[in-house]
């Protein structure tokens, strides 16, 4: 499972809250939305187009694609995306 | 008004503009990430407070932010270039949407991404790369799992198992595909950087410890998982010409972080045209550099891992190398003083290359380990295009990669070739005799995807005005 380190060499701002899908989660603001999105359990981002296989975040620094959501209507790399109170995120493929 | 423009902010790209600035030039400094760092300085968001010791890489990083932030550059951070033409002229993407840059002088400093070897199962939820799993200990403070198997080759292997043990993940094993002799062969250029040796001796022996199994010599040959997610891996020990033997192990795990070293990020010089060639000990393609950094093409400079891997020292040293050669060629410096400053960086470099190259050689490819990918196993995750495909589009008469893309569409998704681009290219290899001969994906714009109406905006069909039509 993935989960978020804490100790004290880092200190991080108060969660704020995002929507993913129907769902509220808590994230860190500043921390990239992939990062909200895996630590909220959420490995699955979307599907791939012929064999309609599960694919997730593989490389986390904008090459694979793999983490593309929905953003206010625009696709966006979540490994690219800070975090802001109130985003309102839509997966490309919701979970089966 | 720019006079240098430097693409890429890691070390080569943060020490290129700001020696640029320094020296009294208009530096203009473009990275895609919020702030500048590249991976291997890679910053953590600036809402996060750092109230530790982080290490020396982070305060190396640090050190170098500063530096940039004093030095006068401008930076255009969260931007990402999709373009570049000779002049030079580049195109972006910001936030807020599209910006030009026009500049007499260019610094690619790109860096690399990593080298990827498919294998089944390596598409599942909870397969990451090495590069990935050090983004999530550094810059976005995650455990990628609670029992990791880390894999693959390189330096990155001790730093990310030690990562995770040190902030409370178990390590299942490291699956490392070099062999003893391999690293012990690498001994006298390691010993140019007794630091970087002890570091990290002092993380493999602290794995040893905590009874972290290192296996020299083996790969992951599949991941298995039920509901669409990693639960165990299978591995086999690599016989003497470097492939998989039959007998395989399983390992129970909840992630594996993969990777097999780092490749050049070569794709904007070649846009320009720049020469390149197949260099496999510096990480593959290339472009051709004289002694001061500069390309071929005038007023193109390339410094850091992205013309070849020597390692973040030496990058950070040829950025302000290819800065000083840019500033002698703009005139804004005499050649002798140029040559003056650059002349102890010079000896600098060659020190830092020694122990850069060596990393270099332990993470570079491994054909043997392609030949041995599954025929039904997916080679581009993009497009789901399975080793099948691609050795029947070698047999019809694929000669490099880019008839093998269009045959099979390996290389046509969304990453662009990024992620598959080494085993296509090494499957075609295979077969037309060199790396060489397969050939480079063409370059074209855009170099990243874009939504097309980040570019052209909105508009109403009413405001485009429309011309008179010629008489008949």
């Given at each position: 499972m993935i989960e978020r380190i804490r100790n004290a060499d880092v200190s991080t701002p108060p969660a704020v809250v995002i929507r993913v899908d129907d769902r509220e989660i808590e994230a860190l603001p500043g921390e990239s939305l992939v990062a909200a999105l895996l630590a909220s359990g959420r490995l699955v981002f979307k599907h791939s187009p012929r064999a309609d296989a599960a694919r997730g975040p593989f490389c986390l620094m904008g090459v694979c694609q793999d983490c593309l959501v929905e953003l206010d209507g625009m696709p966006v790399l979540a490994c690219q995306e800070p975090v802001r109170a109130g985003m309102a995120v839509r997966l490309l493929a919701p979970p089966r | 008004m720019t006079d240098i423009l430097v693409i890429g902010g890691g070390p080569a790209g943060m020490a290129a503009a700001a020696t640029a600035a320094r020296h009294g030039a208009h530096a203009t400094l473009i990275d895609e990430q919020a702030r500048p760092g590249g991976q291997v300085y890679r910053a953590m968001p600036a809402s996060f407070a750092v109230a530790g010791d982080l290490g020396p890489d982070h305060a190396a990083g640090e050190a170098l932010r500063a530096e940039l932030a004093a030095s006068g550059a401008r930076l255009a951070l969260g931007e990402r270039v999709w373009n570049v033409r000779p002049g030079f002229r580049v195109d972006t993407l910001a936030r807020d949407g599209p910006r030009r840059y026009e500049a007499p002088a260019v610094i690619i400093a790109t860096g690399t991404t990593e080298r990827h070897v498919p294998f089944p199962g390596w598409t599942m939820p909870g397969v990451i790369g090495l590069a990935a799993a050090t983004i999530m200990l550094k810059a976005q403070r995650l455990l990628p799992g609670r029992r990791v198997v880390v894999a693959g080759s390189g330096p990155l292997l001790a730093a990310v198992a030690y990562g995770i043990v040190k902030s409370g993940g178990d390590v299942v094993a490291v699956i490392d595909a070099a062999k003893r002799a391999e690293w012990l062969r690498q001994g006298p250029r390691l010993l140019a950087r007794p630091d970087l040796l002890m570091r990290g001796s002092a993380w493999m022996a602290a794995l040893r410890r905590k009874g972290v199994p290192w296996l020299f010599g083996h790969v992951v040959t599949a991941a298995r998982g039920g509901s669409q997610q990693v639960e165990a891996v299978e591995i086999a020990a690599l016989d003497r010409e470097g492939k998989p033997a039959s007998t395989r192990r399983p390992l129970d795990c909840d992630a594996l972080a993969i990777g097999y070293g780092l490749v050049p990020n070569c794709d904007l010089a070649r846009l320009l045209g720049a020469p390149h060639a197949y260099r496999a000990e510096r990480g593959g393609w290339i472009a051709a550099r004289d002694d001061d950094l500069r390309s071929s093409l005038p007023g193109l400079y390339l410094a850091?891992?992205?013309?070849?891997?020597?390692?973040?020292?030496?990058?950070?040293?040829?950025?302000?190398?290819?800065?000083?050669?840019?500033?002698?060629?703009?005139?804004?410096?005499?050649?002798?003083?140029?040559?003056?400053?650059?002349?102890?960086?010079?000896?600098?470099?060659?020190?830092?290359?020694?122990?850069?190259?060596?990393?270099?050689?332990?993470?570079?490819?491994?054909?043997?380990?392609?030949?041995?990918?599954?025929?039904?196993?997916?080679?581009?995750?993009?497009?789901?295009?399975?080793?099948?495909?691609?050795?029947?589009?070698?047999?019809?008469?694929?000669?490099?990669?880019?008839?093998?893309?269009?045959?099979?569409?390996?290389?046509?998704?969304?990453?662009?070739?990024?992620?598959?681009?080494e085993a296509v290219a090494s499957l075609v290899a295979e077969h037309v005799g060199s790396r060489q001969a397969a050939g480079m994906f063409t370059a074209r714009p855009p170099l990243r995807p874009l939504p097309t109406e980040a570019l052209i905006g909105t508009f109403d069909y009413a405001d485009i005005p429309i011309p008179k039509p010629a008489p008949l």
């Open positions: - | 850091g891992d992205g013309a070849g891997i020597s390692g973040a020292v030496a990058a950070e040293i040829e950025g302000r190398l290819a800065a000083l050669a840019a500033l002698a060629d703009l005139g804004t410096l005499s050649a002798r003083e140029a040559a003056g400053l650059a002349a102890p960086l010079r000896t600098h470099r060659r020190r830092a290359a020694r122990f850069g190259s060596a990393m270099a050689e332990l993470m570079a490819a491994r054909p043997a380990l392609y030949g041995a990918i599954a025929a039904g196993c997916t080679v581009c995750r993009c497009e789901d295009v399975p080793r099948a495909e691609i050795d029947a589009a070698i047999d019809a008469g694929a000669r490099d990669v880019n008839q093998l893309k269009a045959w099979t569409r390996a290389g046509m998704g969304p990453c662009q070739g990024k992620i598959c681009g």
